[in-house]
């Protein structure tokens, strides 16, 4: 059974720009749940994915956008790149959406 | 809306030794889950342990207990018998068990060290 992977592990883009972000969930499961943490702070949740649909937003603008596909992957999107969208992206999933969730190991966002 | 509050940031434990880190939240509801999550410099969140809030019985998983307390919102972990493994960064999570979507609301951390 393989664990929650994201990809890449790290980037750095300029302000402005667009980037993805990658997860692929738990062997199994079919829920997807993204969170941003910034720099010495808890996560903060973005997004909830279960069965391909949005399950659930938290308190972040349209541009932050997200894809789940027939296996369960799983895409966030940020447009129009700002300095504060610099954080540690989390991506967690779960059998369902109210079963507990395990997080992959993150990817590092620097925005310049 | 739910909170949750870690009003220790950094905590030092001694090896062998035991310590306890402190949580409180605040909700509405009667229906939820807690967790303790352990961030390690990798950045991986583990999940160490979780506690149902209709169930009396505190959580145990090894070396790590918790003392939940509903009426008083309390919901501390215990380490017992600390290992230098156990240094990271720990955030307490609550999770509501209705509505449409089962996000985690976290607390702001507390870093916890191990010394010799």
């Known amino acids: 059974e393989t664990g929650v992977t994201q990809s890449p592990t790290h980037l750095i883009k300029t302000r402005g720009q667009q980037v993805t972000l990658r997860c692929s969930s738990q062997s199994g499961h079919n829920t997807v749940s993204w969170y941003q943490q910034a720099l010495g702070q808890g996560p903060q949740f973005i997004f909830q994915?279960?069965?391909?649909?949005?399950?659930g937003r938290g308190n972040f603008p349209p541009r932050f956008s997200g894809l789940q596909f027939p296996n369960y992957s799983s895409e966030l999107n940020v447009n129009a790149l700002e300095l504060d969208d610099s954080a540690l992206y989390l991506c967690a999933s779960s059998l369902g959406g109210f079963e507990t969730q395990y997080f992959g190991p993150g990817t590092r966002l620097l925005v310049l | 809306a739910q909170t949750v509050t870690q009003s220790q940031p950094e905590m030092s434990v001694q090896e062998a030794e035991t310590v306890t880190l402190s949580c409180t939240y605040d909700t509405s509801e009667s229906d939820y889950y807690l967790f303790w999550y352990k961030q390690p410099p990798s950045r991986q969140m583990i999940l160490v342990i979780r506690?149902?809030?209709?169930?009396?019985q505190n959580a145990t998983e090894n070396r790590f207990s918790v003392n939940f307390q509903k009426a008083a919102k309390s919901f501390s972990l215990k380490i017992s018998d600390s290992q230098l493994g156990d240094a990271a960064m720990y955030f307490c999570?609550?999770?509501?068990?209705?509505?449409?979507?089962?996000?985690?609301?976290f607390g702001t951390g507390t870093r916890l060290q191990v010394t010799l």
């Open positions: 506690q149902e809030a209709y169930k009396q």
């Open positions: 994915y279960y069965r391909e649909e949005e399950n």
């Open positions: 999570a609550y999770r509501e068990n209705t509505g449409t979507a089962s996000k985690l609301t």
